[in-house]
């Protein structure tokens, strides 16, 4: 089992910064890759970043150039540097983790609001 972590949410105002994290715990050798989701009210969760252990990341068309995903060393810790943010960022972001046999372990969330 893999156990998830999120921190760092909050209210923002537009063009402001937030930067998330994740740790990870438990049978963390398996995951790969980690990453970000988020759910909009009435909308359907999506993919915003993952990032393998190669290094290699992945964004959504919505969030490239204001967003960046990172990982430590060990990767089992991953951030969501969040920039120029938009009231369409307003969601409840989920760390994921990939962790093989076709399952993905979610985190419980946390709310990022963007509003004056």
């Known amino acids: 089992q893999v156990q998830l972590v999120e921190s760092g949410g909050g209210l923002v105002q537009p063009g402001g910064s937030l930067r998330l994290s994740c740790a990870a715990s438990g049978r963390v050798f398996v995951i790969n890759p980690m990453g970000w989701f988020r759910q909009a009210p009435g909308k359907q969760r999506e993919l915003v970043a993952t990032?393998?252990?190669?290094?290699?990341?992945n964004y959504a068309d919505s969030v490239k150039g204001r967003f960046t995903i990172s990982v430590d060393s060990t990767f089992t810790t991953t951030y969501l540097q969040m920039n120029s943010l938009r009231p369409e960022d307003t969601a409840v972001y989920y760390c994921y983790a990939y962790v093989g046999g076709g399952q993905s372990n979610y985190g419980q969330g946390t709310q990022v609001t963007v509003s004056s």
């Open positions: 990032i393998n252990k190669g290094g290699t990341t």
